[in-house]
């Protein structure tokens, strides 16, 4: 009487269906998110009620007591006609709930502006603004010549 392998052969499809289930059970811990919540933000600044033709927004999260890590910043490109869109992990899924500073920058980088811009850093200090969970947040940014002398930065 011949015998077959079969008795082989089920340990090694056991054996290949337990690491399949391993290994699928590591591929969906590894990609769980510990991110905090974000929502959505749009805006637009302005500078002297003119809109702010160029440069980035960033929103920093403000750390609250029991909250050591608030989470990353948000970061936007400033379009042509002042408004911009906030992008946390992506570039406009928005931007971590809670109390934010905000900072302009004046370029966005690898583009030469035509015009030189008012500022290179602009920290909007004693100024937040909130992000709430479950909407489109619109945050306009309204810029003052008294505020970019008192608040803003120059490289040169």
Excluded at 12 to 26: D, E, F, S, Y
Excluded at 79 to 85: E, F, K
Aim: hydrophobic share 35%; proline share 8%.
């Amino acid at each position: 009487m011949l015998q077959t392998e079969q008795p082989h052969t089920n340990w090694t499809l056991r054996g290949l269906a337990a690491l399949v289930c391993v290994l699928g059970w590591i591929a969906v811990a590894g990609c769980s998110s510990d991110h905090p919540t974000i929502a959505k933000v749009h805006g637009t600044v302005t500078l002297n009620g003119n809109p702010l033709p160029q440069g980035r927004v960033s929103l920093e999260p403000i750390a609250q007591p029991g909250q050591p890590n608030p989470g990353k910043a948000a970061f936007g490109i400033i379009q042509s006609d002042g408004t911009y869109r906030l992008g946390t992990y992506s570039d406009t899924d928005g931007a971590v709930v809670g109390k934010h500073r905000v900072t302009l920058y004046g370029t966005t980088p690898g583009n030469e502006p035509a015009k030189k811009p008012p500022f290179d850093v602009l920290r909007l200090v004693g100024q937040s603004y909130e992000v709430v969970a479950g909407q489109d947040n619109e945050i306009n940014i309204e810029l003052t010549s008294e505020i970019v002398r008192q608040f803003g930065e120059r490289d040169d």
